[in-house]
């Protein structure tokens, strides 16, 4: 018997199809009255449609959440905040609008609701990444964590089919991760492989019908549960390094977890192998590493980091960065392996994958050898 510990979710969770029009008895329930609205410029829409359901109780819309969380958008969003007298806020959006939610949360301890309609996760997670000038730096806040997430299917069919690929390879990293994760546990295990499942039965399915209702329920059941292993374990090697290459270049988020995963994964391999063969379960193809890199490949994906604007002569700078903090994964990394690595995934070759995996080596290939215990989002 395997002795673990379980972390349990506080976040209440309603999912289906025209569940939005639950926000304002959830908005009740939290004994809000002045509920304010938070979206990103593209989703005004949305946010105005809400704020018809929500009559009275919606006391006002700030539509400027940005990517990565910048702290001066933070500001003006809390000003705003005071301005209207808000007692709750309800991100309406992906990542960027509920980590508006978030840092608006950690500031005033304003209770948030959520309606994703990406398949990013952090609605899930206590993790709050905020920007400051060109830095970014991300905190675990249990104060963070969401009240009330209303997933409703509906709002995901507008979601433009090849960012919700990406999107859903985001989420997939996020489950791949929980597979192995140092603290992992039963539970997050289940999860994580439901979560592929689900992910891969559905996202091919959106690339060529987006507006399919059962395949974006299939695809946002799976990234719920993505993200809640997120939330719930410690992600490695393959979260850290997307987060080096995000600050550092300024690479779009969900495009850099989908182009990075499949060479982390092979990287991974010969130390995780029950996480592996779950991977396997989930794709077609014995090999868990090519079978993400073709999953990827089929559905149109980027695979290349230099289309995603990445310089060639960053991948040493990166490499360098992604080892400097000790961090834990079940493969130890230097920076020769990150490198070798970065730099097939720079030119958007098939990771690497021969026996004893052919990269520079490391010298203990074990499961859970460094313990460190940094956390990545
Ligand atoms: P996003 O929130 O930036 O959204 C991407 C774009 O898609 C935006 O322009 C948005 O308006 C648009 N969009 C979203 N849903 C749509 C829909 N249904 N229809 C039409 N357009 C839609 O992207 P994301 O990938 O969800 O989030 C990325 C951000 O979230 C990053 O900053 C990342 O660091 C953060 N993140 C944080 C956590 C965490 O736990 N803290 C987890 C995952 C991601």
């Not at 939290?30 to 609205?37: F, K």
């Not at 891969?200 to 209702?213: E, F, H, M, W, Y």
């Amino acid at each position: 018997m395997k002795t673990f510990v379980h972390r349990g979710q506080i976040t209440k969770v309603v999912f289906g199809s025209g569940t939005r029009s639950r926000i304002p008895e959830e908005a009740d329930a939290l004994g809000s009255r002045r509920v304010l609205i938070l979206c990103t410029p593209g989703q005004a829409d949305q946010a105005a449609k809400m704020r018809d359901l929500l009559g009275a109780a919606a006391v006002g819309t700030f539509a400027e959440a940005a990517p990565h969380t910048p702290v001066d958008v933070t500001q003006k969003a809390l000003a705003y905040a005071r301005s209207v007298g808000a007692d709750c806020v309800l991100a309406i959006g992906g990542g960027s609008t509920i980590g508006l939610g978030k840092a608006i949360a950690v500031r005033t301890g304003l209770p948030q609701l959520a309606l994703p309609t990406t398949y990013a996760g952090s609605e899930m997670t206590p993790i709050l990444g905020e920007t400051e000038g060109r830095r970014k730096t991300t905190r675990r806040l249990p104060e963070v964590l969401l009240k009330t997430v209303v997933y409703d299917v509906d709002l995901t069919l507008t979601f433009p089919a090849a960012i919700s690929v990406v999107s859903g390879i985001n989420a997939m990293a996020h489950a791949v991760e929980a597979l192995y994760a140092q603290d992992r546990d039963p539970v997050a295990f289940l999860m994580a492989g439901e979560a592929l499942d689900s992910l891969t039965r559905s996202l091919p399915v959106i690339a060529r019908r987006p507006d399919d209702g059962e395949a974006r329920a299939d695809a946002l059941y799976g990234a719920w549960l993505a993200g809640t292993c997120l939330g719930t374990v410690g992600m490695a090697l393959h979260h850290k390094v997307c987060h080096v290459l995000g600050g550092t270049f300024g690479l779009p988020h969900a495009e850099t977890h989908a182009v990075v995963l499949p060479h982390v994964v092979a990287y991974n391999t010969p130390a995780a192998p029950e996480a592996m063969a779950r991977i396997v379960q989930a794709l077609p193809g014995d090999d868990a590493a090519n079978g993400l890199f073709d999953f990827a490949g089929r559905l149109g994906a980027p695979r290349a980091l230099r289309d995603l604007g990445m310089p060639e002569s960053g991948i040493e700078q990166a490499a360098e960065l992604i080892v400097r903090d000790g961090y834990w994964n079940p493969r130890p990394a230097d920076r020769t392996a990150v490198r070798a690595f970065l730099t097939r995934a720079w030119a958007g070759q098939t990771p690497w994958t021969s026996p004893g995996n052919g990269h520079p080596q490391t010298d203990s290939v074990s499961e859970h050898s460094i313990t460190t215990g940094a956390r990545h989002a």
